[in-house]
């Protein structure tokens, strides 16, 4: 689920960028190219760096959470906000041209391919974490730690990475 949103809003919003507001966010965001908006892409980065701080918390913290499905989605549609530089190049290309259908025929399958390789990420992913739960199975302390660690680093890396890209 939250690779299809991901690659969802990834590519939708490159579009509608293209569609609506191409002219006005070059004129009011001052973007550098085509499409580009470099608010919007700190926006996104900013909300990444909070889930970071946020992963951090929550591996500090004593008390266990689930990973829910709308938490899960939340993440992909907040880091999709980013456009995606190749849509955002056809769609301008193809609108420049007269012909802003032929750039949406081409998004479609954008999106079942980046929303098919998120998926396979995200299964080998899954398969990787229930071979290490069976691995630390007897040993549930070391797991819990190990868990905290991996969400504390993954945490730390987001929040860097946000930083990073704004400053």
Request: glycine residues 12%; aromatic residues 8%; charged residues 10%.
């Amino acid at each position: 689920m939250t690779a299809f949103v991901l690659a969802a809003t990834h590519i939708s919003i490159s579009v509608l960028i293209v569609l609506l507001s191409l002219p006005v966010i070059d004129y009011m965001f001052g973007g550098s190219g085509p499409g580009s908006s470099p608010l919007l892409e700190h926006l996104s980065r900013g909300l990444i760096g909070l889930i970071g701080l946020w992963m951090i918390w929550r591996g500090i913290s004593a008390a266990r959470h689930g990973h829910g499905r709308r938490k899960g989605a939340s993440f992909g549609f907040v880091a999709g906000l980013i456009p995606f530089p190749l849509t955002l190049f056809v769609m301008t290309y193809a609108t420049a041209r007269g012909v802003p259908a032929l750039g949406l025929v081409f998004a479609a399958p954008m999106l079942a391919g980046v929303a098919a390789t998120l998926s396979a990420v995200a299964i080998a992913a899954n398969a990787f974490r229930v071979a290490f739960d069976k691995a630390f199975n007897e040993k549930e302390n070391c797991l819990g730690r190990v868990s905290k660690v991996l969400a504390i680093s993954a945490g730390l890396v987001m929040v860097g990475v946000a930083l990073d890209s704004i400053a």
